[in-house]
């Protein structure tokens, strides 16, 4: 089962971008070097070969990470209201009094600001979906059980 990922139509519009570069000329690209690199002699003892193909397999990786991320998207602006839904900006405090700010949704928005993002499918993200500001929310974690508090919400870009 894939999980839906919030994405903004420019960031949707630059990772489908990097897609079809990836599939089109990036193939070409690491196979030309495959082929460079087999001409030089034996294969098992080529770092140039083994190289190649270690690129080869990080960008087929890539490839399917961004297929699936694509195909499981949900593109639009921004959800708007006074709950915490992917693509919202989010500013929380924990039990010690730490407050962070960060974008619920995907890595890929990349929001300015130097704002952190937390996907809506990790802990942290579930716990969060559907609070109020001023509402608590408990979430287990590998490092333990934590507690935030939402100080504030806001719409990516706003």
């Known amino acids: 089962m894939s999980d839906t990922v919030w994405l903004s139509q420019s960031a949707y519009d630059r990772l489908s971008a990097e897609l079809a570069d990836l599939t089109t000329h990036g193939r070409a690209r690491a196979s030309k070097a495959i082929e460079v690199a087999r001409s030089h002699g034996d294969l098992s003892e080529n770092a140039e070969y083994d190289s190649a193909k270690e690129e080869q397999g990080k960008m087929e ?4 990470q961004l297929t699936d991320m ?8 921004a959800p708007q209201g006074d709950a915490v839904a992917a693509g919202m900006v989010v500013t929380a405090v924990d039990a010690d009094g ?11 928005d990349r929001p300015a600001g130097g704002i952190g993002v ?7 993200g579930k716990a969060l979906l559907g609070a109020k500001v001023g509402e608590s929310r408990s ?18 870009g706003n």
């Open 139 to 156: 979430y287990s974690a590998p490092a333990g059980e934590f507690k935030v508090t939402v100080t504030a919400i806001r719409p990516l």
């Open 70 to 77: 694509l195909r499981d998207a949900q593109v639009g602006e």
């Open 61 to 64: 990786a890539r490839i399917r």
């Open 98 to 108: 730490d407050a962070d700010t960060f974008l619920v949704g995907s890595r890929e």
């Open 118 to 124: 937390v996907s809506a499918n990790s802990p942290l």
